[in-house]
Nanobody, 125 residues
């Protein structure tokens, strides 16, 4: 059974950094896509960063140059390093995983069959 558990969220001031982790179990990385999504109150869930099993990455424009997604297959963990955080980054952050998602659908959360319950990130000005 595939399970994903996020942790590492918290409250920081603008300009600060956080590293989110997503512990993955029961999952094989071959031909897979994994992503980080976020949802702020009253807004739709949006894709933030996606990585495939070859290590290729893609980011939504609003976080390019500030966030980095990476995965450590030996530790079965997906990471999201967030630097230069802004108040508009405040949201619940979720990780997601599935196979054969593809880049066209990679930023759509419903493309993934597996996801965690989220970790809250709050950035104050």
């Amino acid at each position: 059974q595939v399970q994903l558990v996020e942790f590492g969220g918290g409250s920081v001031q603008a300009g600060g950094s956080l590293r989110l982790s997503c512990a993955v179990s029961g999952y094989t990385y071959s031909r897979s896509f994994m992503g980080w999504f976020r949802q702020a109150p009253g807004k739709e869930r949006e894709g933030v960063a996606v990585i495939d099993s070859d290590g290729s990455t893609c980011y939504v424009d609003s976080v390019k140059g500030r966030f980095t997604i990476c995965q450590d297959n030996t530790k079965n963990t997906l990471y999201l390093q967030m630097n230069s955080l802004k108040p508009e980054d405040t949201a619940m952050y979720y990780c997601a995983a599935d196979w054969f998602v593809g880049w066209v659908r990679g930023f759509t959360n419903r493309s993934y069959s597996y996801g965690g319950k989220g970790t809250q990130v709050t950035v104050s000005s």
